[in-house]
């Protein structure tokens, strides 16, 4: 679940590489082209993963290893599954990265994927507090109304849709649960407060 800043500071915490030059790495848009993300930057596609790297080892060499590692995990029946969805690649990678930001608990999932397809096919919008988050710089930790009343790229209780792009780098398990989402009437879900949540299909 974490993003491309905390993959650079973990990097930077390991003695790897400076945070701003594996930041730079991740956000370089020839970078992305060359190794076959379809997006401007390799936020999404950093799989999450034990990696072991020598100490010698470039910004570039790590990103580039981590991006490889996904499209492992992505197979081209994955590809033509988002394609007979009627999603790219990178929507279900932006999926993906909600699902991860909105659970630890993987039996959830396919729920919470349920969830955000079935708003989704209704042009509803998501309403999710990590994609709020993310859009804003230096995020203090306490969310608040006016976070969810500001305009960002990010902030789908403004916007319809997917958010501009991924949030965070999801795992196996959740790009699986936005590829194949359990079949439920859900639109909406809350937390139960113990690491799991309520799902309904109205908000009474």
């Known amino acids: 679940g974490y993003n491309m800043y905390q993959i650079a500071e973990l990097a930077e915490r390991t003695g790897l ?3 701003d030059d594996f930041l730079a ?3 370089d848009t020839a970078l992305a082209k060359k190794l076959g993300v379809p997006a401007d930057t390799l936020e999404g596609y950093l799989f ?3 990696y072991y790297f020598p100490m010698s080892a470039t910004p570039q060499q790590m990103a580039a290893a981590m ?3 996904f499209f492992t995990v992505f197979t081209d029946e994955w590809e033509n599954r988002a394609a007979r969805m009627g999603m790219s690649v990178h929507q279900i990678v932006t999926l993906a990265s909600i699902i991860e930001k909105e659970t630890g608990h ?3 999932r396919p729920l919470i994927a349920s969830v955000f397809h079935n708003r989704l096919a209704k042009n509803m919008r998501l309403e999710s507090d990590p994609t709020v988050i993310y859009g804003i710089p230096d995020f203090g930790g306490n ?4 976070h969810l009343r500001q305009e960002t790229p990010y902030n789908t209780y403004r916007r319809k849709g997917l958010p501009a792009g991924p949030i965070s780098n999801p795992g196996r398990e959740a790009l699986y649960a936005a ?3 359990a079949q ?3 639109l909406y879900f809350v937390s139960k407060n113990d690491g799991t949540h309520q799902f309904s299909a109205t908000l009474a």
């Open 17 to 19: 590489a400076k945070k």
């Open 106 to 108: 993987p039996d959830e």
């Open 48 to 50: 999450p993963e034990t």
């Open 25 to 27: 790495a991740a956000e």
């Open 143 to 146: 969310i608040t109304k006016a």
């Open 179 to 181: 590829l194949f989402p």
């Open 184 to 186: 439920t009437g859900y």
């Open 67 to 69: 991006v490889d590692r």
